[in-house]
């Protein structure tokens, strides 16, 4: 029988929201029942073998779907295996280079210790100027992100495929 994974995510653009899609498709592909949502649509946790949890970063910080996520479902979370990932910086560089060493943001530290996930990612993500307020575009103009998509899709499936393979050893 098909184990039921959840790939719960924030977005604010679309990015990230690509990328939990992709996620999912992988672990599809690798045989297991997947569930994907925005996290402020989550209801209900039971019968999820394993969750992945997923942010846009805008300004340093998570979205507010995915912490409210981490803070509702906190108990379930510590009782199930759980992945997250981050998505946002653009350039040139690895990612924990272009964040200063970071893999998520430290407003999200002590959630993250309660639930203890088994895996976090930083993925670079995408900045469409035309998708941006005037605000945001004046705010990314004045700190200096490159506009484009710099996501690494095969970085992506690897990570879910390393995850996949995990939900499926926890079955045998």
Known sequence: MARKVLVAYGTK???TTELAERIGAVLREAGLEVQVLPADEVEEMSGYA??????GVYYGRWLKPAVRFLKRWRAELERVP????SSGPTGEGEPEYLTRGWRYPKAVETLLERVKPNGVALFKGKIDPERL???ERAIVGR???P???FRDWKEVEAWA???AGRVRDAEA
């Open 147 to 149: 506009a484009g998509d």
């Open 133 to 135: 307020s005037p605000l």
């Open 82 to 85: 759980l992945w997250i990932f």
């Open 143 to 145: 700190v200096g992100s």
């Open 50 to 55: 394993a969750v992945v949890l997923g942010s």
């Open 161 to 163: 495929s390393s995850i």
């Open 13 to 15: 653009h679309g990015a």
